[in-house]
């Protein structure tokens, strides 16, 4: 009798949990930091205690001596090459410090304690150097010059220029000009900081590290080691979160490797949590100084943005944030004129690197509260104001961003009916009258971000590589990195969405570069979308070669037959022409004509790169977002509670469920300390709050209630329509809070976190002037 | 180096005789002499919670307990909550609400959740929600944790 | 760090006194405050640990006549659960219930939290409302004696106290507070949990007829110790609870101090939530 195989649902959409779960939930996994290998050492960095000096002298022979300790390295003993986006930053200090968390030396030693007993022995000598810290004032001529080739302090420029601004400025009705103060804040990654360096006896590295792109992790790592970026090998064992925080090399990483070099012997070197606030990256702090203009009617006739980024003493990959700040600040909404002028200028206080949102989080807390301010001074209610200046599917925006369909405006309406918005809103400014201890507010924003890849290097592509064992059981190789955002079960569900076999019988192996095929790897919310369809269309062809040698078996014709429930059927009716399994066996050890299903895709997004002027449909897709906060304020203490926010994102296609709804709530609870809570305070370059204490993440009883509306349009370049989702959950809500607070208090903060004091001196102002 | 204690205690039903330094942590002796790596140090300073284990019933952040406080005492990690059977339920509803991500606060959270439902086997969202402010995590914003602890709590 | 050279864990007074009296130590109970400032480098082990965990006398709240002694190794989440606590003294339940997160309200002790000695102390602040007294034990001349000393003359600056080296503090003795005894605490910072305060207010008395008598005002993180003052009782002693009376004595809690600005907060916030929250506890026992 003939077996017949139902057609399953399909895995597209459902909640499957990721594969790395069960390991987490029982504290099997092995963690970097809970790495040990045979032999190895434990290395801790020497590091400055001045923000701005030259370094006189660097005396390591008491260290030398403590027991236990193997290698020093210094920039004196150790490779001269540079890391950093400008190559600007040596791993090691040698003539001088140019902000807190400069590396003097690396140690390695048997145990922690000598080690620690070593780096209280070195002793250096300094020149003390004027500082500068901020950064206008480090454009000026008399400033202190942080590097001698970089006259004027200044790093990266981005400017771009559309349309005619002065024109449009004379043609406004209303035009509003405005200063942001954006602060820093850190990743806090749970996972502090570590890697571990290995040399063989040929030479040859390999460095288990947190990185979150391992191809060019070896090219950048490379010039500091005077060694081949071919002769790296890079392990991503489990990390403790990334969040940008890893798409760079930083200088402990070269100082392991001079370690491991100099011993001999495998160097794990590794952060405090001190240390992780005070020298991991910070988001870029920001100056934005914008104006923008529009007719009576609502139209918004131009922006012009002038931002300055305070650099830091390096120029990480923070410095290229206004590459992403640019798009949302000519690109979102209509906007006929605009220019936008960016500096990253160097000062003494700790650089900052990439995180999540990457510039768009800054650029939409401005965005999004100055079209909120432009609504009120119109007259109109912020939602009508917002969906007059929405795209039309199928405009373009100055920098040639293809917007293919209208999610702008649908995220807006459909936000605002959901939370019946602008009923609440008005009787919200209404209250605001009335006497009340607790005020009521709602606020919405919203912003666009690439969700199709960002062609930032000269390849935005992935490479995947799948084979089937003779047991139905599919491999896939992956250059893409597993970093807990659950990538994993995302390919695991597509490839057996096309292979019909169940999620159990997907091995996903992607934490080697000598194994796995090349990625950008994980940043501009991109894995989904390019290492998905590279992983889908791999398994389309494992599926292909498949079905032909079923069709040369079977006699039915490729085109009527489909891969279910572990077999190759009928299409139409379901009957199982031969088990997958059997096929594959067959297939491989058929003699003279044996074939192996082994396949390889290298998916290249249809994209295109900027060009000098900053011109380029950089993303095969873009995504839209509105985010609505309601919220209340206890107007004597400042406390704020947040009671919901409900999200609306076109996110193409919803793949995973459970992955896309955590994506969004980890985003959101990001975005919430940006705009309430976090803040890294950086006085005259030195780290204040190095804790958690005084670092204020949020915590669970925080969290207030999650309402997400995917908008599934089906992006046709998409894996089954998939658009990468998860950085706008990061991106908007601070600005939906800030709007919030607005509707509440009435009081607009341009520098947030929105803190319970700064809203207490907002509403009780003339008080402070009497008891100050 | 610091003077030596002897202590005995038990660890995951399992009886331990160590020696550690009077100033060790009872997380770094879980992860260095025990092996137990499962507890994590992401702060060392009691404001994360991903260090978390069950001393005589109660959950406390290892890294601020002395290792030689453990002597006589009783001791849970995450590494004895499955059993022979199976993921414990707390476990499992972890995974199946997808509660983790990086997963490095995960032992501690599944501990202080276990702590929490054995004091309180019916706790209100709001009481699971104070119930794990010791807890950081990072990556989850803590909804899906909070569902899945509900979930137990249902069962 | 500095080496310790001898560890010991007595289990009763008499053997902790006499380990005190042999020479200089340090005294750890639930750990949660020393581990971090020895690992820090903000404090430094004298040559003797001594764990005073197994002194299984000096845990738990009792009631002796009028007096309730509170067990220095009390632990914070005893607190949110002892009937004596609850029917006596609930400001101290309500303030076990803004200490830290759980695992250090479980681990963390009240002898701890008054010999650490930090200006934002949380839970010295209801114990200075309380009239506490600190109960001393030390074992001098071979047998082991006590002293009192009141909460409010006890601490000496941030992290200093009157504790001599030689001396335990064993608990903290509390009198009964009398009939119609009702107080409140506050606390500020930015998250319900993890928080050192901002700014911290026990406030207490007998309320009878709308008139406040026997008051009891204290205050943490605006001085350099947790401090109880004396101008805000003056100001509410023997008032009628109006609003007159409670906008007054807000007035005269926040300028009668003077809280520095660190990054935590302003010197004026601090003053303003002294205000604020000294206002509020009035308004919720009037």
Known sequence: ?772 | MSAKVDITFTVNGAVKQVSVPANMSALDMLRDQLDLKGAKEACGEGECGACTIIIDDTSVCSCLMYAADCDGRTIETIEGVQTEDGLDPIQQAFVEHGAVQCGYCTPGMVMQAKHMLNKNPNPTEGEIQRGLEGNVCRCTGYRKIIDAVAEVARS | ?286
């Not at chain 1, 807390?365 to 909120?372: E, K, N």
């Not at chain 1, 803190?755 to 907002?762: G, L, M, S, Y």
Request: with cysteine.
């Open chain 1, 1 to 772: 009798m003939d077996q017949i195989v139902e057609k399953p649902d399909t895995l597209i959409g459902k909640p499957i949990p990721k594969p790395d779960a069960p390991d987490k939930v029982v504290g099997k996994t092995t963690y970097i930091n809970d790495m040990v290998l045979p032999r190895m050492l434990i290395a801790k960095i020497k590091r400055t205690d001045r923000v701005h000096a030259k370094i006189l002298s660097v005396d390591i022979s008491a260290a030398e001596k403590v027991p236990g300790i193997v290698a020093i390295a210094t920039a004196e003993n150790s490779p001269k090459g540079l890391i950093g986006v400008l190559k600007d930053n040596p791993p090691l200090k040698g003539d001088k410090v140019r902000c807190i968390r400069d590396e003097i030396a690396g140690v390695a030693g048997e145990t922690e304690e000598a080690v620690d007993e070593a780096l209280k022995l070195i002793k250096v000598e300094y020149e003390d150097l004027p500082g500068v810290f901020d950064p206008e004032e480090a454009l000026k001529d008399d400033a202190p010059l942080i590097h001698d080739d970089k006259p004027g302090n200044l790093s990266l420029t981005f400017d771009f220029e559309h349309g005619d601004i002065s024109k449009a400025e004379k043609d406004s009705d209303i035009v509003l000009e405005e200063k942001y103060e954006l602060h820093y804040v850190t990743h806090t990654c749970m996972g502090p900081g570590c890697v571990i360096a290995d040399f063989d006896t040929h030479g040859k590295l390999t460095i288990y590290t947190q990185t979150q792109y391992p191809y060019n992790y070896k090219m950048d790592l490379a010039p500091a080691l005077d060694i081949s970026a071919g002769d790296i090998r890079v392990i991503q064992p489990p990390v403790g979160g990334a969040f940008g925080s890893k798409l760079d090399v930083y200088p402990f990483e070269p100082i392991a490797v001079y370690l491991a070099k100099k011993a001999r012997r495998p160097v794990k070197l590794f952060f405090s949590r001190e240390e992780e606030f005070i020298a991991s990256p910070t988001r870029q702090p920001a100056r934005v100084y914008i104006k923008q203009g529009a007719k009576k009617d609502g139209t918004i006739t131009f922006r012009d943005v002038n931002v300055y980024l305070n650099n830091g003493g390096y120029t990480s990959w923070g410095a290229t944030i206004p590459a992403v700040m640019m798009r949302t600040m000519t690109g979102h909404f209509r906007i006929p004129n605009v220019e936008f002028h960016s500096k990253a200028v160097y000062t003494n206080n700790p650089f900052a690197g990439s995180f999540r949102g990457y510039g768009n989080v800054q650029a939409t807390y401005v965005t999004a509260t100055l079209m909120d301010k432009m609504a009120e001074e119109l007259g109109m209610d912020p939602i009508e104001f917002r969906l007059k200046n929405a795209q039309k599917p199928g405009e373009r925006t100055p920098q040639n961003s293809l917007l293919k369909t209208a999610a702008l405006a649908d995220c807006i309406k459909i936000g605002a009916e959901k939370t019946n918005f602008l009923e609440k809103h008005a009787a919200n400014v209404a209250a605001r009258e009335k006497p009340g201890r607790i005020r009521q507010g709602i606020g919405i924003a919203t912003s666009i971000h690439n969700a199709g890849g960002a062609k930032i290097h000269k390849s935005d592509g992935c490479g995947t590589i799948l084979t089937m064992d003779d047991y139905g059981r599919a491999t896939v190789i992956t250059g893409a990195s597993e970093i807990g955002q659950g990538i994993d079960a995302v390919i695991t569900q597509l490839v057996s969405e096309e292979l019909g076999i169940p999620t159990s019988d997907v091995i996903i192996a992607n934490n080697d570069s000598a194994i796995g095929p090349w990625d950008v790897g994980v940043h501009a919310s991109r894995t989904t979308f390019i290492a998905g369809n590279a992983a889908r269309n791999a398994a389309v062809k494992a599926k292909q070669q498949i079905l032909a040698a079923a069709a040369r078996q079977s006699n039915v014709s490729i085109d009527k037959l489909d891969l279910r429930g572990g077999h190759v059927v009928q299409k139409d009716n379901g009957v199982s022409v031969t088990k997958l399994d059997r096929l594959l066996r067959q297939m491989h050890f058929a003699g003279d004509d044996a074939e192996l299903v082994m396949v390889s895709e290298y998916y290249e997004p249809p994209s295109e790169l900027e060009d000098k002027n900053h011109v380029g449909d950089i993303s095969a897709a873009y995504s839209h977002g509105a985010y609505i906060t309601e919220l209340e304020i206890d107007t004597l203490t400042g406390g704020v509670k947040l009671h919901k926010m409900t999200c609306v994102q076109d996110v193409g296609k919803v793949i995973n469920k459970l992955g896309i709804e955590g994506q969004m709530e980890g985003g959101i609870a990001q975005g919430i300390g940006y705009g309430l809570s976090e803040e890294l305070i950086i006085e005259e370059g030195i780290v204040k709050n190095p804790n958690f204490r005084d670092y204020k993440v949020v915590t669970a009883p925080e969290m207030p209630e999650i309402e997400c509306h995917f908008i599934e349009d089906d992006e046709e370049t998409g894996p089954f329509g998939a658009k990468g989702i998860s950085e706008l959950p990061c991106i908007i809500p601070g600005a939906s809070i800030a709007n919030a607070v607005y509707n509440a208090i009435g009081v607009r903060f341009d520098n947030p976190p929105i803190t319970p004091e700064k809203i207490v001196r907002a509403l009780h102002g003339d008080k402070i002037e009497a008891a100050e």
């Open chain 3, 1 to 286: 760090m500095s080496t310790i050279e001898n560890y010991l864990a007595p289990s009763s007074i008499d053997d902790a006194a006499a380990a005190l009296a042999a020479g200089s130590a340090t005294i750890v109970a639930g750990g949660t405050d020393l581990m971090l400032q020895a690992g820090s480098g903000q404090k430094e082990y004298a040559p003797t640990l001594i764990n005073i965990q197994k002194i299984t006398e000096m845990r738990g709240v009792s009631l002796d006549g009028d007096t309730i002694r509170i067990g220095a190794l009390t632990t914070i989440t005893d607190l949110l659960t002892d009937e004596i606590i609850a029917e006596h003294l609930p400001v101290m339940a309500t303030m076990a219930d803004k200490f830290a997160s759980d695992q250090i309200r479980n681990a963390g002790t009240v002898g701890g939290n008054i010999c650490n000695a930090s200006p934002a102390g949380d839970g010295i602040v209801p114990l200075l409302m309380y009239k506490a007294e600190a109960v001393l034990a030390s074992k001098p001349n071979g047998s082991t004696e006590t002293r009192k000393v009141p909460l409010d003359e006890f601490f000496t600056g941030p992290g200093k106290s009157v504790i001599q080296e030689n001396e335990l503090l064993i608990g903290v003795d509390i009198a009964v507070p009398p009939a119609g005894f009702v107080g409140g605490f506050g606390k500020f910072g930015p998250r319900p949990a993890l928080e050192i305060a901002m700014a911290a207010v026990g406030l207490g008395g007998v309320v009878k007829d709308g008139v406040i008598s026997d008051v009891r005002v204290a205050f943490g993180a605006v001085a350099p110790t947790p401090i109880r003052s004396a101008e805000t009782e003056a100001a509410l002693e023997g008032k009628k609870l109006d609003e007159t009376t409670i906008s007054a004595a807000g007035e005269i809690a926040s300028s009668s101090i003077s809280p520095i600005t660190d990054i935590r907060a302003s010197d004026w916030y601090r003053r303003h939530l002294i205000r604020v929250m000294t206002e509020e506890i009035l308004n919720d026992v009037s």
